[in-house]
């Protein structure tokens, strides 16, 4: 069984920065995309940025100031968020693409919250 598990959410003040992580767990025999999602309350779920392979993209809205990296060996992603805007409050979700037991699925974290107020 496969599990992705975020942190790093919280409050921050406009202009503010913060580090998400998400780690996949369990039986993977490889990752093909790790991205990044965020759902802000009465929004649909919006694609943040993504990496796979030597491809990463990011939403208009964010280029700039997120930046998104993988860390293969411990099959972990990392979305850094600096000059937070109070737009950016949402919950952030973590999605994979993971092979594992020769089925190939695509996987959500539980999600983290980021809020940027003063």
């Not at 939403?59 to 998104?68: A, C, E, N, W, Y």
């Not at 990392?78 to 979700?93: F, G, I, R």
Request: net charge positive.
């Amino acid at each position: 069984q496969v599990q992705l598990v975020e942190s790093g959410g919280g409050l921050v003040q406009p202009g503010g920065s913060l580090r998400l992580s998400c780690g996949a767990s369990g039986s993977i025999f490889a990752i093909n995309v790790m991205a990044w999602y965020r759902q802000a309350p009465g929004k649909q779920r919006e694609l943040v940025a993504s990496a796979s392979g030597g491809s990463i993209s990011y939403q208009d809205s964010v280029k700039g100031r997120f930046t998104i990296s993988r860390d293969h060996a411990k099959n972990t992603v990392y979305l850094q968020m600096n000059s937070l805007k109070p737009e950016d409050t949402a919950v952030y979700y973590c999605n994979a693409g993971i092979w594992s037991s020769g089925v190939y699925r695509n996987y959500w974290g539980q999600g983290t919250q980021v809020t940027v107020s003063s």
